[in-house]
């Protein structure tokens, strides 16, 4: 029953639904109860010889009219109870929903996705299961049984209706013991299921790594592991849910039996009239339902209470980004970097060391190293996805990034991340994803200064192109130039380049850095790149490595100094040559 009590808020919420479906269900309850007795005073009459035709159609107009009211009762309450459990489905979606934009990408790495998805559709399912058809089964059985129960005692027999009882505590008993062990066994199943969803999501997803590596046997003997598992476990709670039923219909035929052999001997012995023990017997066969609802009741609840456990586990995970905003001011101005040490949460080893910088409003920054040396850290440092501590800082405009607000400080970048993914959606909806309002003009615009207008101007269907989940049908500079595009729409005031311009050729890279400059005066850019063409125009380039910074200056001064930026800038510059001039000589070769 915990779990009626952890949806005590919505049940407040939905008061006015809930009473009158209940009141409509007492109703029918009632309604219910005319038949037998119709039954069973037909019954007396023709034994004792009076029934006449006109108390026959008097008995048949009774019992239509109680069928008519009876059927508008039933659809007012299931519209009532059931509309609400759908509402409630979607409160919960939208609280989960919420509750996923707002956690940090520290919670969705630690997290499998199948499993989340599992949360918003089959656990949230179960609840709103618990909360209309549970609701209705235990009201059902206690209303109708109840009735029906009171109606025998009061118009037949009490003694015969206590006898009749006597199987119903062993009911109670088993079918409750069936639900603890369901509890446990869908916990299982769902859990099972999370992992199915995840299987699901990452083969489509890494469907092309995966035939390229010629591993689809792997793949698929490993979901049909899975999926054996999820068969194997949900076997296990169909088994139990299997029992509920026999169970009931078992405690019932006890029922019907004592009821027959003690009544018929009391209709001999003239304790009651025939009709009496037919109207009975009518009463007891309608208590199969009341019965049957209170097995599923507790079989429901079992299901509800471990899904809303799942549900509630993601609910109180609290984000490692807070949002205590102690400042209206609007972040902008100098960036500065104050960072003595930083550890990811849950990491032992420092990434981040001796990080002291300042980047002045309207400046470019560039970011370069070895890989794994800690460009990128430095970037997410800046967009919160994770936050520094104690005496560490970042901050905007002299003020501690973490003071402003949240939402406000995020809209100032223009932030194009390493692995860039693109919503299956239209190319113009992608790129105008913060503003979709805006004007074709800005949208082509924006894709012109990424340098990929041309290429949409290709496509079969121009902007209105749709690209799959990940952009399948792009090749990856597209998809980063379509990402650029996306962040310079919005003419942001901090411009994010994390490694954007690893996939397109040299000269593409030259020419979307030179409409960068040209056309974002005044506004700061910061670009991390492997190659150092990339940064060559930076007011100030940062080398990285092992998470410190071990050359910073101009890219004059860092050629000057001859350390690791010369040599890579050389080799590269050498690389490039080499390449341009190898194509020259074939092409020329090909004439
Ligand atoms: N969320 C995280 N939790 C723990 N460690 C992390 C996390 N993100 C990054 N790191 C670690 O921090 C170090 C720096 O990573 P980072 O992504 O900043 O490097 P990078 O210079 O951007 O590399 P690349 O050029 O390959 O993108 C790496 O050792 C990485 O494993």
């Keep these: 029953m915990r779990v009626f009590k ?29 038949p037998p007795q119709v039954i069973g005073r037909v019954i007396d009459r023709i034994t004792t010889d009076t029934l006449t035709s006109n108390s026959l159609v008097l008995f048949g107009v009774l019992l239509l009219f109680v069928a008519i009211l009876t059927y508008i009762f039933r659809f007012f309450w299931r519209v009532m109870i059931f509309g609400a459990s759908n509402r409630l489905g979607r409160t919960l979606r939208k609280q989960l929903f919420e509750k996923y934009s707002s956690m ?13 998805m599992a949360h918003a559709t089959n656990d949230i399912n179960a609840v709103q299961m618990t909360a209309g ?79 390229t590596f010629g591993y689809e046997d792997e793949d698929l003997k490993d979901f049909t592991n899975l999926s054996d598992d999820v068969v194997k476990k949900n076997l296990k709670v169909a088994k139990i849910d299997a029992l509920f039923d026999p169970t009931i219909t078992a405690i019932i035929a006890i029922s019907y039996f004592l009821s027959i052999f003690f009544g018929a001997r009391m209709v001999v012995a003239d304790e009651i009239s025939l009709g009496q023990l037919v109207t009975f017997t009518t009463y007891l066969g309608m208590m199969v339902w009341p019965l049957l609802a209170l097995g599923w009741f507790f079989n429901l609840i079992e299901r509800g209470k471990a899904s809303y456990d799942r549900i509630d586990e993601i609910m109180n995970t609290k ?102 993914f693109l919503f299956s959606s239209t190319i113009r909806n992608n790129i105008a994803f913060t503003n979709p309002e805006i004007n074709t003009a800005s949208v082509h615009r924006a894709a012109d200064l ?7 101007e290709n496509f079969p269907e121009g902007y209105e192109t749709v690209v799959g989940e990940r952009g399948v049908s792009l090749s990856g ?111 020329g070769g090909g004439e």
């Design 319 to 420: 984000s490692d980004i807070g949002n205590t905003v102690t400042t209206d001011s609007v972040p902008s101005g100098d960036i500065t970097f104050d960072i003595s040490e930083f550890v990811f949460p849950g990491e032992d080893e420092v990434s981040l060391r001796d990080i002291h910088f300042t980047l002045r409003e309207g400046e470019t920054l560039g970011i370069v190293g070895r890989t794994g040396s800690g460009k990128s850290s430095i970037i997410r440092l800046l967009l919160r996805e994770f936050d520094t501590s104690g005496s560490n800082t970042v901050s905007i405009n002299g003020t501690d990034i973490k003071q402003y607000d949240i939402k406000k400080l995020r809209r100032l970048f223009g932030y194009v991340p390493q692995d860039n």
């Design 133 to 211: 058809a549970g609701i209705l089964t235990i009201a059902d059985s206690v209303i109708t049984g109840g009735a029906v129960l009171v109606t025998m005692a009061l118009t037949v027999s009490p003694k015969l209706t206590l006898i009749a009882m006597i199987p119903f505590p062993f009911m109670v008993i088993l079918t409750s013991w069936y639900g603890s062990i369901l509890s446990r066994l869908f916990r299982v199943a769902q859990a099972a299921f999370s992992s199915l969803n995840d299987k699901t999501q990452e083969s489509i997803a890494g469907i092309k790594v995966t035939k």
């Design 477 to 587: 500079g597209q998809k980063q130039r379509i990402s650029i595009a996306r962040a310079l729409i919005s003419d942001p005031e901090i411009l994010i380049l994390d490694d954007s311009l690893s996939a397109v050729d040299a000269e593409t890279e030259t020419a979307i850095l030179r409409n960068i400059e040209q056309n974002r005066a005044g506004k700061t850019n910061i670009i991390t790149a492997h190659r150092m063409s990339a940064v060559r125009n930076a007011d100030l380039i940062l080398v990285m490595e092992n998470g410190r910074i071990v050359e910073r200056g101009t890219h004059d001064s860092l050629t000057g100094a001859r350390g690791w930026y010369y040599d890579t800038f050389k080799a590269q510059s050498l690389r490039r040559n080499l390449t341009k001039e190898l194509d020259e000589t074939l092409e």
């Design 6 to 34: 952890n949806l005590g808020w919505f049940f407040k919420l939905e008061k006015k639904s809930y009473i009158t479906g209940l009141v409509m269900l007492i109703l029918v309850a009632l309604m219910e109860l005319v």
């Design 104 to 116: 940090s990408p520290a919670f969705f790495g630690k997290r499998r996705t199948g499993d989340l």
């Design 450 to 456: 990424s340098y990929i207008h041309h290429d949409i």
